[in-house]
């Protein structure tokens, strides 16, 4: 096979408001190839990918496509050039059908000017039955579950007359089947010619799919190497940066003092029948794939939404929580996945987003903020999280992502929940807070708070839990104890068709 | 597929628009002869053609309210140039400088919302006082002009339907309802089978997808606003020829009514939806509803009440709708 | 380098209000050297002492909504609507001379219904922009229509007469040496600094303002944060009309039509940014003095109502620009 390398990615530099996502990376697409580009969350991979594809604007370095250098590609350049991107966040129009989702940019890049509803239904509805899938063309993608919303996603940047395919994290949605007919696909489109991107962190992804592997880490490229030289030993080195810390925590668990405890509760169309317990010193585990409603579980355990029916109890009482201001009197503390638009209030300052939840503990005389007790506890909330800022006046989004995350996590712990459920506590977070967490999480559970974690990363999962519950289509369909689970065996179960 | 059809936004607009009509022809029977017909069509071409252009901008994710001042000031300055050079050619040239005259107005309009990123009602409703102000200014003062140039006068004229009713009262359908036709064809057309028109779609629905997908953003941008200009001039000058007269003032307070129709057509306000139909449903309904207002004999004074508690009606049924489903 | 951030968010607010002041002085000192024997007159000088605190309790209630991320444009229409519901108590339902009441009591009751409406009005607002959802320009576009409609309505379009001449003290008389209206304007400038800087509601808007979800998010009742905010507008609103009436001894539906655009300019003038969650009083507070002394200079130059507009709606817009490129950096 005659690999040429078709694009190049030169000493790339990229700096987001003070934090320096890529430190001068190099990356290169060769023809023929199924390359994989893995790193912690975190490292600058979708960073680089946003940079290939136009969509950000590097600092400095090139991009070399062929014979033409490109400080400043544009998305339309990129796409003449053969690029194709499919986005992590998905770049769908939800208020349009699947067929125009699908087919528009393919008529768009060829300089079209009329449209042609039956080509467009024509090609949407050739590429959908090329991958043997279930899309309504007619359907608007808003209505569309998170999986289908990926699968258009897929279509979208299948049907154009790529010479590059690049997939960020595309599997997050889809079961085991759905993505080794991804992959048939995409190495199908490989003997064709075409170089093949794709970003996962998922071990047997990577080592099952990939012919080239490259890691990044904390915005460098520190190997990329073909996939023989790569084994798990080395592969977690490499991303981690260091020997894996053993993280087994022993607490004490008092199975006596049942914390939190959920049964049958449900919500239409959204989980079923979910029942668990929580006791004291217990950290307990939720997982499933995209859609598996684990974060539709916890808003309305939080009183986001409703739950239909079912019995919620909080230290041994029975609770009903309409509102998120009912979970927070119950003392539920939730850190929600997305830190950036649920979590924080970026623009404002570190006292106001630690204050946010909790502000009626220092009301005093004449319904005054009594601003000097707020100060106080803002101090020392900065100390016991170790956030590290010069003054908490300073706008949030002035810190790094792992300092935002420790300020979301004080901003709960300053209402004295009896639970805390964190979603994705590490998203977006260094190696050093990551462990930094992984500590206040253990601590919380040491001082008898209950504490459910729900997340993706499995290692991060088996090391933190003592149980783990996986859910699918709204139902718990697996639980495991940890000492007893190993990483190949969870995701095992998480792709089960 | 049929059902989809029956639970459109549109259909059930319609439904309402005949239920309506017959309720209010039985109350009155006037309202449902040819003649009241089309004095109704007559009397809101103008309205039509404007609500075309909130409907661009509201499927951009916009809200522009600066169209009736640019009618005005388009109309009054083509006008006023009228009068003073006796022009009196082709009707065609004076349409042209009205909507030359909208299509600069847009122009600055889309610099100060495109390049400066100046939120689309701040933006617009800045202007609207740039715009009326500055005609106020240095062209002397706004003058309600009662002597139209000749040639608008005779355009006036120029019917394309007359009916005489039992009492011998004459109804005629003017020729510009004809511009009204061709306008909202170009509008239906360019929405749905361009990608320009996509274009406007797909931002409304999602800038940053759009972007990705190599729609050109600065381009749509300038299209929708340019176009917007070039028919609020248009609308302009067939202002000018129904009502006789040039008067600045009249133009001016209907953004809140043609916002709030095409709303209530089933355009959304943040975007990515509404279709031409659904706007001249909207309009054809708050028509009616006031025509039916003065056939109950309410006074002018309450009309303005009346109309604003219809129109948040209409909105806050259409709004609560859309909260449910969320 | 984490402090050199911290200095430019500061520095972005000290500037807009440094600009504003050296902005508001210059213009000041141009119309003294202009109109020398006009514009420094006592009698000038008074009649804007007496004119600013209307617009400027309007610019407040403004302000209020801006906050919350939305904006309030049936201000006016509200303080008209209160005024004349006040007037009518004052002259037709609890006319002094037909129920021999005091007439203080009267004035009293007559301004606390007032308020009252006011306040209705702007929960009126609250709830029509959380429970059905309407976003604040539709909501207050139509709020505006309905108010200033049935004030029309109410009056048949004519202004009303009729007021005891002891009211007229509340837009014309002094308390010691300041004019009332500017008393006014300087208790409710305090009201509202203190709900922003002392009360959870003044907390919680910022909040909603700048992340309505991740207020929700955090407990925060974002409904009623809305509605409060705008009741509170509406309130100030009706403080604005009735000290108008106070002045003007007489009451029109659709009094100063002009004074929504300019509170809109003032507040941004003022350093409230549109998408919600920022603002400070004393920058509208001297927004309000600088667009005072040109309204008084372009009355005095004998400017006609269109150059205001004009010039206003151009302010409006070159600020924005001014901004945008601020925050580019």
Known sequence: MDNTMIIEAKNIKKTFGGVQALKGVDFKIRTGEIHCLAGENGSGKSTLIKIISGEYTPDSGEIIIGEKKYNNIKPREAIHNGVQVIYQDFSVFPNLTVAENIAASHELAQNKKIVNWKKIKGLAVQIIEKLNLHLDVDAYVENLS??????????????????????????????????????????????????????????????????????????????????????????????????????????????????????????????????????????????????????????????????????????????????????????????????????????????????????????????????????????????????????????IQALSGGNQQRVLIGKWLNINPDI???????????????????????????????????????????????????????????????????EQMLSETLGEA | MKLKLLCSNEFILAVIIVILALVI????????????????????????????????????????????????????????TLLKTGYNGSIFFVFLMSALIGMALGLINAIIIYEFKVPTLIATLSTSAIYVGAIGTYLGGLKEIYQIPAILEAYHSRNLITTVNAEGIKFSLPESFLILVVLTAATWFVLRYTYMGRGIYSIGGSKKSARRAGYNLRLISYFIYIYVGLMSGIAGIIFVTLLRASSVRSFLGQELIIIAAVAMGGARITGGKGSVLGAILGITIIVIIKNSLILLGITSEWQTFFIGVFILLGIGVSAYRNKQIA | MKAFLMNIKKNENDIKLFRLIVAMLTIFIVLVIVLPDKFLTLNNLKSMAFQFPEIGIYALAMMLAMM?????????????????????????????????????????????????????????????????????????????????????????????????????????????????????????????????????????????????????????????????????????????????????????????NSYTLMALLIVILGGVLPEGGFGKVKGVFFAVITLQIISSGYNLLRFDQYFKNFSFGLLVVVLMIMNYRLSRK
């Open chain 2, 25 to 80: 022809g039985i109350n009155n029977p006037v309202f449902l002869t040819f003649g009241n017909f089309i004095t109704l069509l007559k009397s809101s071409i103008v309205m039509y053609i404007f609500a075309l252009c909130v409907t661009i901008v509201m499927v951009s994710g916009g809200i522009d309210v600066s169209f009736p001042a640019i009618a005005a000031t388009s109309s009054y300055v083509t006008v006023l």
């Open chain 3, 68 to 256: 919350s991320g939305g904006i309030d444009l049936s201000i006016v229409g509200i303080g008209n609507l209160s005024s004349i519901v006040a007037v009518f108590t004052m002259t037709r339902v609890l006319n002094p001379e037909t129920t021999s009441l005091n007439i203080y009591l009267v004035m009293i009751i007559a301004v606390i219904i007032g308020l009252l409406t006011g306040v209705l009005c702007g929960v009126l607002n609250g709830i029509l922009i959380t429970k059905i959802g309407i976003i604040p320009i539709l909501t207050t576009l139509g709020t505006m229509q309905i108010f200033t409609g049935l004030a029309t309505g109410l009056t048949k379009g004519s202004a009303v007469f009729g007021l005891p001449e002891q009211y007229a003290v509340i837009g014309n008389g002094y308390i010691w040496i300041f004019p009332i209206p500017l008393v006014i304007f300087t208790f409710m400038a305090l009201l509202v600094t203190f709900v922003l800087k002392t009360q959870a509601l003044g907390f919680n808007l910022k909040l909603y303002g700048t992340n309505a979800k991740a207020a929700n998010f955090s407990g925060i009742r974002n409904d009623l944060v809305v509605i409060k905010t705008y009741a509170l507008g509406g309130f100030l609103a009706a403080v604005s009309g009735l000290t108008i009436v106070g002045r003007t001894v007489s009451a029109k539906a659709d009094y100063g």
């Open chain 1, 420 to 486: 805390i459920i964190m979603n994705g506590p590490t998203v977006g977070v260094d190696i050093g807070s990551k462990d930094d967490i992984y500590t206040i999480i253990s601590d919380m559970a040491q001082k008898g708070i209950g504490v459910i974690i729900i997340s993706d990363d499995l290692p991060e999962l088996i090391h933190n839990c003592n149980r783990i519950m996986v859910m699918k289509n709204g139902r718990i369909i697996h639980e495991y104890q940890s000492e007893d689970l190993s």
């Open chain 1, 146 to 395: 998170i999986a289908d919303k990926q699968l258009v996603e897929i279509c979208r940047a299948l049907i154009q007359d790529a010479k590059v395919i690049i997939m960020d994290e595309p599997t997050t949605a889809l079961t085991k089947k759905e993505v080794t007919a991804l992959f048939k696909v995409t190495s199908e489109l490989k003997k064709q010619g075409l170089a093949i991107v794709f970003v996962s962190h998922k071990t047997e992804e990577v080592f099952g799919f990939a012919d080239r592997l490259t890691i990044f880490r904390s915005g460098k490229n520190v190997v990329s190497e073909e996939i023989a030289f790569f084994n798990r030993m080395n592969f977690s080195q490499y991303m981690t940066g260091r020997e894996l810390k053993d993280h087994s925590f022993d607490i004490e668990i008092n199975p006596e003092n049942i914390l939190f405890e959920v049964k049958n509760i449900s919500r239409n169309k959204e989980f079923e029948n979910i029942s668990f317990s929580l006791c004291e010193g217990e950290v307990l585990g939720i997982t499933g794939l995209l859609g598996s409603g684990r974060t539709k579980l916890a808003n309305a355990i939080f009183g986001l939404s409703k739950i239909e029916s079912g019995e919620v109890y909080v230290q041994g009482k029975k609770v009903e929580i309409h509102c998120v201001r009912d979970a927070i009197k119950n003392n539920i503390a939730y850190v929600p996945s997305d830190r950036l638009t649920e979590g924080l209030f970026l623009p404002r300052s570190i006292e106001n987003n630690l204050m946010a939840a909790s502000l009626g503990q220092y009301i005093g005389k004449l319904n005054m903020i009594n601003w000097r007790d707020v100060s106080q506890k803002v101090k020392s909330l900065m100390a016991s999280m170790n956030v590290v800022a010069p003054s908490a006046k300073l706008p």
